[in-house]
């Protein structure tokens, strides 16, 4: 059964730092993973999807790392604003004998950028 | 807007009493999600459908819960006799299935979310 870990739980920085959030997944067998972003009460912004073939994508001050074989992903956000404060959530697709697409996902990084 | 979309986004209600949630998806989308997420959690499967076969069912998905996506397009997940730990967000998402594109990368877009409150 597929199991998504997000490390640190919650991340408090002072505005302009550069960060780092972890994702781990227990089986290596996935088809994607996506990072999204949500805001208090909203639903869920895709940030980042890197395909299982990819080891990396970009976008912005945003950039998300994939090693399949440790079932590692890092999501680096450069010189970090106060309107970067939001969850951070990590989801998996695919895994063995599972072709539905579905995501796991993890319990997310509550970010705060202080000004 | 293209984009997934959900009604009501939010719903209070009392114990016992039934609701039903809609989502239309984006209009190509063969596959449609359902997800619950509660207070500092991350979205949990409920279920999906390719077309409009449901597929998979989650053991989360207790009796009292019924997804049906009768032509393909919109779905609804009704909740009968809700319960005060039925409280959540409910999240629907939608994609292309594998048989649609040779270059899908089986993204999933996400709605706004209906809000649950079940005093």
């Known amino acids: 059964k597929q199991e998504v870990t997000q490390i640190p739980a919650a991340l408090s920085v002072p505005e302009g730092e550069n960060l780092v959030l972890n994702c781990s997944f227990t089986?290596?067998?996935?088809?994607?993973l996506q990072w999204f972003r949500q805001d208090p009460g909203k639903g869920l912004t895709s940030l980042l999807l890197?395909?299982?073939?990819?080891r990396e994508q970009t976008s912005g001050r945003l950039n998300a790392s994939l090693d399949k074989s440790s079932g590692r992903s890092t999501l680096y956000i450069a010189a970090s604003q106060p309107g970067d404060s939001a969850t951070y959530l990590c989801?998996?697709?695919?895994?063995?004998?599972?072709?539905?697409?579905?995501?796991?996902f993890g319990s997310g990084t509550r970010l705060l950028v202080r000004p | 807007d293209t984009g997934v979309s959900q009604d009501p986004r939010h719903k209070i209600t009392k114990r016992g009493q039934n609701v039903t949630f809609r989502c239309d998806p984006i209009?190509?989308?063969?596959?449609l999600y359902w997800y619950r997420q509660t207070l500092g959690q991350g979205p949990e499967f409920l279920t999906y459908?390719?077309?409009?076969?449901?597929?998979?069912k989650s053991r989360l998905l207790s009796d009292r819960f019924s997804a049906e996506r009768p032509k393909g397009s919109f779905s609804t997940l009704e909740i009968q006799r809700t319960e005060q730990g039925d409280s959540a967000m409910y999240l629907c998402?939608?994609?292309?299935?594998?048989?649609?594109?040779?270059?899908?990368?089986?993204?999933?877009?996400f709605g706004e979310g209906s809000r649950l409150t079940v005093l």
């Open positions: 998402a939608s994609s292309l299935g594998p048989a649609l594109s040779g270059g899908n990368t089986g993204e999933l877009f």
């Open positions: 089986d290596s067998a996935i088809y994607n």
């Open positions: 890197i395909q299982s073939s990819q």
């Open positions: 989801a998996v697709s695919g895994g063995r004998m599972d072709s539905s697409y579905k995501l796991i």
């Open positions: 209009s190509e989308h063969n596959r």
């Open positions: 459908f390719q077309n409009e076969a449901q597929l998979e």
